[in-house]
């Protein structure tokens, strides 16, 4: 996917005064730095001390550690599995080849790379996802669990290979700064987890190509930082990849300077990019998830280098933990909201470790968990290694904390609905995505999202693409891909381009009521569609165990599609306006019954291509078919389109 013209005039006028100019300059200096790149400057003495304190290791649970190994060992073998697509090159991996197309990135100065432009590139996605050396952190704490130096020697082989095919500002991964900070952040952990390893400091300190990546990685990250409407969920990528490396690395005339840069970036976005309640403000939940695990790798970093942080960026990662712990499902999925690119700001688990447990259980460990907090079974690598570093805190009561669960999050619109039998309902009501471009927004206004015992029934169906299949990024980001209503076949917020929105969406929460014990109720509406207004009302009664949806729509009469997505795992038996709804949850047979407005025509679409609609992506780069109920029909201003969604024993 290449961008016209009209992509970059839509783009420019989504930016203010400063932005443009902070742009002019890093045009200039790209021009500048396509020159021979300076030397590193001369380091002597280095020594890395930023190591896991003693216990660290011996702390982490034996099937966490099982599960690493297990993986550890089928990396060794080349095995790995990238948004879908199955690797076995990964023993010698071609850093610069996308598998799935077959496509090599050309070569050249990195800003020239056209890495949008899928036929000329490849898929970046696949490109750059190894080069985030994730998995040779997972390689890494498998040498410091096991002692097996094969573990060890393979990262280093890696290193020496990547480092060899990427010397500074030449292709590919040079170009996107989230990629260098999260890859900093990865070499920092790969040193510490290999520190018993005799090869450790030649690998890093002592090798000059090693100090010339990091000197050249943080000088590009001094240089280009996201900007303006851009300093969403990168720019803290970005802080938190430099600090770590000026704290963990700091053997460089600029490393105080960076550090403290850095820092003074983190704090500001990390407050920025949080709203007061704690929840993200892309309202993208795979980006709450992303952001707080950048917050609490950089503190640890801090806390490891004994170097001070302002108050606020602990109480940002302790409102997020909070936030995260409050809107969870009662098998600890958040909400499936915004787009999601799997992207994880620290790897040191294999697989079937569960994220979100991982970041309750790490919160636990720093902040602790308050009474209402759900329980978080089972163990990861990752926690007992970061709460080895970081200073605890939060514990002393000194902090204010929510006494009960929150249910509306006013700020972000969010709102959850919770009813018997593990009911749980996302009411959307907020802001449409973050900044001016809402880059990672979906035009989903006033939709819902339902479970029962965290299967999925009424579900947000996901991301699947950001490049590449432009048909496929409108689908799942479009109203008609989402669980509300579509006015005149168009989405509510304009989209400018695959990360661009050119207006948005105006949500308003009129009501919020999650703690009354016999009926939840949420009412909201939007701006979305001009001269007219669409409002809806959403109520769970806990006596019958029902569901109300109920919908108007204000203005002129206009054509109406109001779509109900269902989750992978929901069989549907659609007849006129009732669909029999049915599934399996620990081997026991489940089901609702699904009452639909009569006033529209109802059909059951499923993975259909022309265009596309009936599809659920469970994860970046994959997607299956799932069952879609459309109605179709007008609304005239005055009449009610009512929902029931209704939970049988």
């Given at each position: 996917?290449?961008?016209?013209?009209?992509?970059?005039?839509?783009?420019?006028?989504?930016?203010?005064?400063?932005e443009?100019?902070?742009?002019?300059?890093?045009?200039?200096?790209?021009?500048r730095?396509?020159?021979e790149?300076?030397?590193?400057?001369?380091v002597?003495?280095?020594?890395f001390?930023?190591?896991?304190?003693?216990?660290?290791i011996?702390?982490?649970?034996?099937?966490?550690?099982?599960?690493?190994v297990a993986?550890?060992?089928?990396?060794?073998?080349?095995?790995?599995?990238?948004?879908?697509?199955d690797?076995?090159d990964?023993?010698d991996?071609?850093?610069?080849?996308?598998?799935?197309?077959?496509?090599?990135?050309?070569?050249?100065?990195?800003?020239?790379?056209?890495y949008?432009?899928?036929?000329?590139?490849?898929?970046?996605?696949?490109?750059?996802?190894?080069?985030?050396?994730?998995?040779?952190?997972?390689?890494?704490?498998?040498?410091?669990?096991?002692?097996?130096?094969?573990?060890?020697?393979r990262?280093a082989?890696?290193?020496r290979?990547?480092?060899?095919?990427?010397?500074?500002?030449?292709?590919?991964?040079?170009?996107?700064?989230?990629?260098?900070?999260?890859?900093l952040?990865s070499?920092?952990?790969?040193r510490?987890?290999?520190?018993?390893?005799?090869?450790?400091?030649?690998?890093?300190?002592?090798n000059?190509?090693?100090l010339?990546?990091?000197?050249?990685?943080?000088?590009?990250?001094?240089?280009?930082?996201?900007?303006?409407?851009?300093?969403?969920?990168?720019?803290?990528?970005?802080a938190?990849?430099?600090?770590?490396?000026?704290?963990?690395?700091?053997?460089?005339?600029a490393?105080?300077?960076?550090?403290?840069?850095?820092?003074?970036s983190?704090?500001?976005?990390?407050?920025?990019?949080?709203?007061?309640?704690?929840?993200?403000?892309?309202?993208?939940?795979?980006?709450?998830?992303?952001?707080?695990?950048?917050?609490?790798?950089?503190?640890?970093?801090?806390?490891?280098?004994?170097?001070?942080?302002?108050?606020?960026?602990?109480?940002?990662?302790?409102?997020?933990?909070?936030?995260?712990?409050?809107?969870?499902?009662?098998?600890?999925?958040?909400?499936?909201?915004?787009?999601?690119?799997?992207?994880?700001?620290?790897?040191l688990?294999?697989?079937?470790?569960?994220?979100?447990?991982?970041?309750?259980?790490?919160?636990?460990?720093?902040?602790?968990?308050?009474?209402?907090?759900?329980?978080?079974?089972?163990?990861?690598?990752?926690?007992?290694?970061?709460?080895?570093l970081?200073?605890?805190?939060?514990?002393?009561?000194?902090?204010?904390?929510?006494?009960r669960?929150p249910?509306?999050?006013?700020?972000?619109?969010?709102?959850?609905?919770?009813?018997?039998?593990?009911?749980?309902?996302?009411?959307?009501?907020?802001?449409?995505?973050?900044?001016?471009?809402?880059?990672?927004?979906?035009?989903?206004?006033?939709?819902?999202e339902?479970?029962h015992?965290?299967?999925?029934?009424?579900?947000?169906?996901?991301?699947?693409?950001?490049?590449?299949?432009?048909?496929?990024?409108?689908?799942?980001?479009?109203?008609?891909?989402?669980?509300?209503?579509?006015?005149?076949?168009?989405?509510?917020?304009?989209?400018?381009?695959?990360?661009?929105?050119?207006?948005?969406?105006?949500?308003?929460?009129l009501?919020?009521?999650t703690?009354?014990?016999?009926?939840?109720?949420?009412?909201a509406?939007?701006?979305?569609?001009?001269?007219?207004?669409?409002?809806?009302?959403?109520?769970?009664?806990?006596?019958?165990r029902?569901?109300?949806?109920?919908?108007?729509?204000?203005?002129?009469?206009?054509?109406?599609?109001?779509?109900?997505?269902?989750?992978?795992a929901?069989?549907?038996?659609?007849t006129?306006?009732?669909?029999?709804?049915?599934w399996?949850?620990?081997?026991?047979?489940?089901?609702?019954?699904?009452?639909?407005?009569?006033?529209?025509?109802?059909?059951?679409h499923?993975?259909?291509?022309?265009?596309?609609?009936?599809?659920?992506?469970?994860?970046f780069?994959?997607?299956?078919?799932?069952?879609?109920?459309?109605?179709?029909?007008?609304?005239?201003?005055?009449?009610?389109?009512?929902?029931?969604l209704?939970?049988?024993?």
């Amino acid at each position: 996917m290449t961008m016209s013209a009209g992509w970059y005039l839509r783009r420019l006028s989504r930016m203010g005064p400063r932005e443009v100019g902070g742009r002019a300059g890093d045009a200039a200096r790209r021009r500048r730095w396509r020159s021979e790149p300076p030397p590193c400057p001369a380091v002597t003495g280095a020594r890395f001390t930023a190591v896991l304190p003693a216990g660290a290791i011996a702390a982490v649970p034996a099937e966490a550690a099982k599960r690493l190994v297990a993986e550890a060992d089928r990396l060794m073998d080349g095995y790995a599995e990238f948004f879908g697509v199955d690797r076995d090159d990964l023993a010698d991996p071609d850093w610069w080849r996308d598998p799935k197309t077959g496509r090599r990135a050309p070569a050249g100065y990195a800003f020239d790379v056209p890495y949008r432009d899928e036929d000329a590139v490849g898929d970046i996605k696949q490109i750059w996802e190894p080069s985030r050396h994730q998995y040779l952190t997972v390689l890494a704490a498998a040498y410091a669990l096991t002692g097996n130096e094969r573990y060890a020697e393979r990262v280093a082989a890696h290193l020496r290979s990547w480092w060899a095919a990427n010397p500074p500002l030449r292709g590919v991964h040079w170009i996107s700064g989230i990629e260098l900070g999260i890859r900093l952040l990865s070499w920092v952990w790969i040193r510490r987890l290999l520190d018993g390893w005799p090869g450790a400091a030649g690998l890093f300190e002592g090798n000059p190509v090693a100090l010339e990546q990091i000197w050249h990685h943080q000088r590009w990250l001094a240089a280009f930082p996201s900007r303006g409407s851009s300093a969403n969920n990168h720019v803290i990528a970005e802080a938190a990849g430099q600090f770590a490396a000026a704290c963990a690395f700091g053997w460089f005339p600029a490393s105080e300077r960076w550090r403290s840069g850095a820092l003074r970036s983190l704090e500001r976005h990390l407050r920025g990019n949080t709203f007061p309640s704690g929840l993200n403000r892309e309202l993208a939940t795979e980006y709450h998830g992303l952001v707080l695990e950048l917050g609490l790798a950089a503190l640890a970093e801090a806390d490891a280098a004994a170097v001070p942080v302002p108050a606020s960026v602990r109480l940002v990662l302790l409102r997020m933990t909070d936030a995260l712990a409050a809107v969870v499902d009662n098998r600890l999925r958040p909400p499936r909201q915004g787009d999601a690119d799997d992207g994880y700001g620290l790897v040191l688990d294999g697989p079937g470790t569960d994220r979100w447990a991982s970041l309750l259980a790490t919160g636990d460990a720093v902040f602790g968990r308050l009474a209402w907090w759900p329980a978080v079974t089972g163990g990861d690598v990752r926690t007992p290694l970061l709460a080895a570093l970081v200073r605890p805190y939060g514990k002393s009561g000194a902090v204010t904390r929510p006494a009960r669960r929150p249910g509306h999050f006013a700020d972000a619109g969010m709102t959850i609905l919770r009813g018997p039998g593990e009911i749980w309902c996302r009411c959307d009501g907020g802001p449409h995505g973050f900044l001016s471009i809402a880059a990672h927004a979906h035009a989903d206004a006033l939709s819902v999202e339902v479970r029962h015992d965290g299967v999925e029934v009424l579900a947000d169906p996901g991301t699947f693409c950001y490049h590449g299949q432009p048909e496929w990024r409108s689908y799942f980001r479009s109203t008609l891909g989402h669980n509300t209503l579509e006015l005149d076949g168009g989405d509510q917020s304009v989209s400018g381009g695959p990360f661009l929105w050119t207006r948005h969406a105006r949500s308003r929460v009129l009501a919020a009521d999650t703690f009354n014990g016999s009926v939840a109720r949420w009412s909201a509406e939007h701006d979305g569609y001009q001269d007219s207004v669409h409002r809806r009302r959403v109520e769970l009664t806990a006596a019958t165990r029902e569901l109300r949806v109920v919908d108007e729509v204000r203005g002129p009469r206009r054509a109406v599609r109001l779509a109900f997505h269902l989750g992978p795992a929901i069989t549907a038996d659609l007849t006129g306006h009732r669909a029999l709804l049915t599934w399996t949850r620990d081997g026991e047979g489940r089901s609702a019954v699904l009452d639909l407005p009569g006033q529209l025509s109802w059909r059951a679409h499923r993975g259909e291509t022309d265009p596309p609609l009936g599809w659920y992506s469970a994860g970046f780069g994959r997607k299956e078919p799932a069952t879609t109920l459309v109605g179709t029909g007008f609304a005239d201003g005055t009449e009610e389109f009512t929902t029931v969604l209704g939970f049988r024993d």
